[in-house]
Nanobody, 128 residues
């Protein structure tokens, strides 16, 4: 069974940056679709950034994070990252990483929010 563990969350002021990590064990992420999702209190979970397994150029970003967040994959470390910059209060929430059987459709993964494997989440708090 694949396990995913997120890390890197914390508290940051508006305009700051954070990089989240998602380390996988029990299986390779190389050929899987991978995504980052977040959930704020009282809000539905939303897809933030997703990337296809067979082609790393296949990506999708939530409109509100485009040009601020970047998803990437390090095959040697079997880890996925989410680089976040120019953070604002609306970015606050629990961030989850997920991996799914390849669909080669990053937008589909982010919009439907369904995956075979999920991490436990890491909390990001952005203060004024």
């Amino acid at each position: 069974q694949m396990q995913l563990v997120e890390s890197g969350g914390g508290m940051v002021h508006t305009g700051g940056s954070l990089t989240l990590s998602c380390a996988a064990s029990g299986g390779s992420l190389k050929y899987l679709d991978v995504g980052w999702f977040r959930q704020a209190p009282g809000q539905a979970r939303e897809g933030v950034a997703c990337i296809t397994g067979y082609d790393d150029t296949g990506t999708f970003y939530l409109h509100s994070v485009r040009e601020r967040f970047t998803i990437s994959r390090d095959e040697a470390k079997n880890t996925v990252y989410l680089q976040m910059s120019r953070l604002n209060v609306e970015d606050t929430g629990v961030y989850f990483c997920a991996a799914d059987r390849p669909s080669q459709d990053a937008q589909h993964m982010c919009l439907f929010r369904i995956a075979d494997h999920w991490g436990q989440g890491t909390e990001v708090t952005v203060t004024v």
